[in-house]
Nanobody, 115 residues
């Protein structure tokens, strides 16, 4: 079992920045991958960024160069730094962890970018 606790969503203007954090209930090194997905109204949940246990990162094309995912080993957490935010980034952002091929999700945090 893995519990994920998210923080950091909110309302920001176009061009602004936000940082999302997700703390896991077990060592992040025991997780195959940890990252963030997002879901806008009426759309499917898509990968935003993830980081593997070995440190490899993957990003959606739409966020490359604007978002950065990183690990905080001491807190068993991952952070998503989001810069140059656009209205199309508006969505509910979900933390995700892969542990022993099981998917675990956070409760979701709303990110709203106003134009």
């Amino acid at each position: 079992q893995v519990q994920l606790v998210e923080s950091g969503g909110g309302l920001v203007q176009t061009g602004g920045s936000l940082t999302l954090s997700c703390a896991a209930s077990r060592s992040i090194f025991s997780l195959s991958a940890m990252g963030w997905y997002r879901q806008a109204p009426g759309k499917q949940r898509d990968l935003v960024a993830q980081i593997g246990s070995g440190g490899r990162t993957d990003y959606a094309d739409s966020v490359k160069g604007r978002f950065t995912i990183s690990r905080d080993n001491a807190k068993n957490a991952v952070n998503l730094k989001m810069n140059s935010l656009k209205p199309e980034d508006t969505a509910v952002y979900y933390c995700h962890a892969d542990y022993l091929n099981w998917n675990y999700w956070g409760q979701g945090t709303q990110v709203t970018v106003s134009s």
